[in-house]
């Protein structure tokens, strides 16, 4: 298993051990061990699956009182993952990574609280999931516009599908006092 590092302090891609013969293929998609040797040790609370099609966009996410962590996969076809440093005060504030998540290369991201997540379907649709370590909580969501010029980030589609929600996402901007902080301690 290895596990890359990216130029956005602990989050990382990890790249599991995959063993194909004539009947197809078998990986670990998570071994807690293994992972906290990698420097991803944290207890995962919660599961999700979603399916989208092309050219959605969900995102940029995250939550302000109850942080996730995350650990995400493409299961079927192909996503674009995003991650946005939010931490106020961070060395990498605003800062973000792209990697292509998909079904044919078994990578997964590692996003730890405090980074704002979002996804583009890069394929005619694509199943996604992802651990999280806390729950999810409708209350505590914190939405940022995908399209936000403070962040730049290059997106693989100009008029992507949104939900109402995402549509209505603001800019980092008008949230500063949302962000959480940046610590020496925290990831």
């Not at 993952?81 to 792209?98: C, K, N, Q, T």
């Not at 651990?131 to 980030?153: F, H, M, Q, V």
């Amino acid at each position: 298993m290895n596990f890359v590092p990216t130029n956005l302090t602990s989050v990382t891609i990890v790249e599991p051990d995959l063993f194909r013969d004539g009947r197809g293929f078998f990986l670990e998609t998570f071994r807690r061990d293994k992972y906290a040797r990698g420097g991803i040790d944290c207890e995962f609370r919660q599961d999700n699956q979603s399916r989208s099609t092309r050219n959605t966009i969900r995102g940029l996410h995250a939550q302000r009182e109850h942080p996730q962590a995350k650990l995400v996969r493409a299961v079927t076809g192909s996503i674009l993952d995003v991650v946005v440093d939010i931490r106020r005060g961070s060395p990498s504030y605003l800062e973000w990574i792209a990697v292509e998540l998909s079904a044919d290369n078994f990578r997964q991201i590692y996003v730890p609280p405090g980074f704002a997540h979002g996804i583009c379907i890069t394929s005619e649709f694509a199943d996604i999931e992802y651990k999280c370590t806390d729950y999810y909580d409708p209350t505590d969501e914190l939405r940022i516009a995908w399209n936000d010029p403070s962040i730049g980030i290059r997106w693989p589609v100009e008029h992507p599908v949104l939900s109402e929600k995402d549509r209505q996402a603001r800019p980092i901007a008008d949230q500063i006092a949302l962000l959480p902080f940046y610590s020496e301690a925290s990831p």
